[in-house]
């Protein structure tokens, strides 16, 4: 169990580390007791051998306490590898969710969204600043805790400003109803476009193109599994929620309230919705989502485009079986 390696052969197996390195990494083993010395007369590592070859004295380290501690250094490095993983998890969790806060307030700021988003924006800087170069584990845990606040703060401010919008709305067609149940006299002209728009498909909730159907929410939700982690409380139990959570991602990625809104008139707000999912799960390949939604909304308008072979693919991406059925 004794082993006599130079230390040019040790520097050389340890990818060329300066002598210095080595003597205190030596230092280190025989300290925490991995290892121990057995010293020759000289100093030196070395080993006498008898006529055969075979070694009879040996200078140099004694393994047997690496052995002897074998099964708890094997948990020890199991530990080790596991809290490896965990930070590097840790962090990557961190990392997504600097990302996701950063580009949804800038999206809010550039488009003079409603609420207080400077402030937001101000408790997000003020987080950042005090993230270390470095950063442990127990920091990153704290960090990631103040920023899921601030992303709950900031998704609360989307859905109230969502909701207003949906208000606003509501009242606005109850007005216009009102004012046409007073009206007592219509025109020709008026009569003509009656007509004429009652030849049109039906927008408020229903998509221009009738032959584009919803498909199941449990099948969209296999092929873009990623639109779950924007829905309350990163879970998706509805069509609502998925609409919702389309909204939070829209402004994410950058894609105007027009364009998303011009496609749930298309599409319909469930395939709208769907949509930018599918979108969410391919950002990484999609230059400009606003861009690609638009061009999905023409090709839908012309009959040109179906969510089918999307979701098929994404599904087969994923690993999940590829058939689709619409309901």
Not at 54 to 77: N, Y
Request: hydrophobic share 40%.
């Amino acid at each position: 169990m004794i082993v006599f390696p130079s230390n040019a052969q040790l520097s050389l197996r340890a990818h060329g580390i300066s002598g210095a390195t080595l003597r205190r990494a030596l230092a280190a083993l025989v300290e925490a007791g991995v290892i121990f010395r057995r010293d020759s007369p000289n100093g030196k590592r070395y080993a006498r051998r008898d006529q055969d070859g075979d070694v009879q004295t040996a200078f140099g380290f004694s393994l047997e306490p690496l052995l002897a501690r074998s099964d708890e250094l094997a948990l020890l490095a199991q530990q080790v590898a596991v809290e490896a993983a965990r930070l590097r998890q840790a962090r990557e969790t961190l990392t997504l969710l600097r990302r996701d806060l950063r580009k949804l307030i800038s999206a809010a700021l550039e488009e003079g969204a409603a609420g207080n988003w400077a402030e937001l924006e101000d408790r997000y800087i003020a987080i950042m600043a005090a993230l270390p170069r470095n950063p442990g584990s127990e920091f990153i845990d704290k960090t990631t805790e103040k920023l899921q606040a601030l992303m709950k703060d900031v998704t609360n401010t989307l859905e109230f400003q969502l909701k207003s919008k949906k208000m606003h709305s509501n009242d606005s067609l109850n007005e216009r109803h009102i004012q046409n149940s007073n009206t007592e006299s219509i025109n020709e002209s008026e009569t003509a476009l009656e007509e004429k728009q009652s030849a049109r498909p039906a927008v408020d909730g229903k998509n221009l193109n009738p032959g584009l159907k919803a498909f199941p929410l449990g099948l969209v939700l296999r092929a873009c599994p990623q639109i779950s982690d924007y829905g309350p409380g990163g879970v998706i139990a509805s069509w609502r929620d998925l609409m919702g959570a389309a909204v939070v991602v829209r402004s994410m990625l950058g894609v105007s309230p027009s364009a998303y809104q011009d496609a749930c008139v298309a599409m319909g707000p469930e395939n709208a919705a769907t949509a930018m999912a599918c979108i969410l799960e391919r950002s990484g390949h999609i230059n400009s989502a606003g861009g690609y939604l638009r061009s999905l909304t023409v090709r839908t308008l012309q009959g040109e485009f179906s969510l089918g072979p999307a979701l098929m693919a994404l599904l087969k991406a994923n690993g999940q079986p590829a058939s689709l059925r619409a309901g």
